[in-house]
């Protein structure tokens, strides 16, 4: 493959996951907050006894499994407080991942800084948060948004060169 066809290439390869990760983060950032509203509509009783009933068998026959422990714990020590924030917090996560997305598929240059500014913060905080909760789910997420960040330069700098060349 010739040298200008190998740049093409990769350039095509690279903008198609960029996309890819944007879409990541639009249904993600669509199911947090579903998720941060439905936490504040379903009341912590009713929480228990989904997860007591999802659980709850498992829980007989293997009372050490880690994942049912996990949810129970959590829904029993669910407090009002604790709710109302993880509420607002997915709610407010949610929103900013759907404008990051909505902000760069209008492929306005002066959007890049400002959405690499808000998502190296975000990559910071859940690198603290793994830190100290461990979480797959957080580490996986956090991982697609390096590799967001990654191509949000080369994006950038593909559609800088675009508009001024």
């Given at each position: 493959?010739?040298?200008?066809?190998?740049?093409?290439?990769?350039?095509?390869?690279?903008?198609?996951?960029?996309?890819?990760?944007?879409?990541?983060?639009?249904?993600?950032?669509?199911?947090?907050?579903?998720?941060?509203?439905?936490?504040?509509?379903?009341?912590?009783?009713?929480?228990?006894?989904?997860?007591?009933?999802?659980?709850?068998?498992?829980?007989?026959?293997?009372?050490?499994?880690?994942?049912?422990?996990?949810?129970?714990?959590?829904?029993?020590?669910?407090?009002?407080?604790?709710?109302?924030?993880?509420?607002?917090?997915?709610?407010?996560?949610?929103?900013?991942?759907i404008g990051i997305v909505l902000a760069l598929m209008h492929k306005k240059l002066w959007v890049f800084p400002i959405v690499s500014s808000l998502l190296a913060l975000l990559i910071?905080?859940?690198?603290?948060?793994?830190?100290?909760?461990?979480?797959?789910?957080?580490?996986?997420?956090?991982?697609?948004?390096?590799?967001?960040?990654?191509?949000?330069?080369?994006?950038?700098?593909?559609?800088?060169?675009?508009?001024?060349?």
């Amino acid at each position: 493959m010739r040298s200008s066809a190998k740049k093409f290439f990769y350039k095509v390869i690279e903008h198609k996951i960029f996309q890819f990760g944007l879409t990541l983060k639009a249904i993600y950032g669509t199911l947090e907050t579903a998720g941060g509203i439905i936490l504040t509509i379903v009341s912590s009783r009713y929480m228990t006894s989904i997860v007591q009933r999802i659980f709850g068998n498992e829980l007989i026959e293997d009372p050490s499994d880690v994942l049912g422990n996990l949810f129970m714990n959590f829904a029993h020590s669910l407090s009002l407080r604790l709710k109302a924030f993880l509420a607002i917090f997915m709610i407010a996560h949610g929103l900013i991942n759907i404008g990051i997305v909505l902000a760069l598929m209008h492929k306005k240059l002066w959007v890049f800084p400002i959405v690499s500014s808000l998502l190296a913060l975000l990559i910071t905080y859940q690198t603290y948060m793994f830190v100290h909760n461990h979480s797959i789910t957080l580490l996986i997420i956090t991982f697609v948004d390096v590799v967001l960040f990654g191509l949000l330069g080369v994006e950038y700098h593909r559609l800088r060169n675009k508009i001024v060349g």
